[in-house]
């Protein structure tokens, strides 16, 4: 388990890539996978989990036979999150970008993506970065999929705007520091 001295290490080690200097609360957790419906999804991808608290949300509702792709970049993250998930049925940890997430599906046999829950810090990522990223996101996405992110501020609404359609967003408080949700369809 990784501590939250360690969880800031890393923070002041890559701010540009980690976001935050606290891991996502359980209850931003739950609001997290709340557009999902469970019960129809088949494969879901996790973009930037950092130390898990969301993919616990995801392992918590998936059923048995939905596969988990959890893509992440950061050396001590993966390493923490291999070490936890690995050997669970459905589920592949990967060390690397969600840029790269179209290979990744094809390794493992997915043809789309069902959902696509995402902890990335957009507001801090370069710019040819986020956009490669949402661009991909948006053309992996199944019709009627959904995209499902959180940032600090409404300052990259403009940036999901150019990605996806039909987007909610809402606030959760009880988080440090309290953030948005939102969940979004491809546009298609």
Not at 47 to 73: A, C, Q, S
Not at 127 to 153: C, E, K, M
Not at 157 to 164: I, T
Request: glycine share 8%; proline share 5%; aromatic share 12%.
């Amino acid at each position: 388990m990784m501590s939250a001295l360690q969880f800031v290490k890393e923070y002041v080690k890559q701010p540009r890539t980690v976001g935050a200097v606290m891991p996502s609360s359980k209850v931003l957790a739950r609001q997290m996978v709340e557009a999902i419906k469970f019960d129809k999804v088949e494969s879901i991808a996790e973009f930037g989990p950092g130390t898990g608290v969301f993919t616990e949300e995801i392992l918590r509702r998936k059923r048995d036979g939905i596969m988990l792709l959890v893509i992440e970049e950061n050396r001590e993250f993966f390493e923490l999150l291999y070490e936890r998930y690995s050997k669970r049925d459905g589920v592949v940890v990967i060390h690397g970008s969600a840029e790269d997430v179209r290979g990744h599906m094809q390794a493992y046999g997915i043809g789309q993506l069902d959902a696509i829950v995402s902890g990335l810090p957009f507001a801090s990522l370069p710019n040819d970065v986020s956009h490669a990223i949402l661009r991909v996101t948006n053309q992996v996405l199944a019709p009627g999929g959904v995209f499902v992110t959180f940032q600090y501020s409404m300052m990259k609404k403009g940036l999901f705007e150019q990605y996806f359609a039909g987007m909610e967003w809402q606030r959760v408080w009880w988080n440090v520091p309290p953030a948005y949700v939102l969940a979004a369809r491809p546009m298609k």
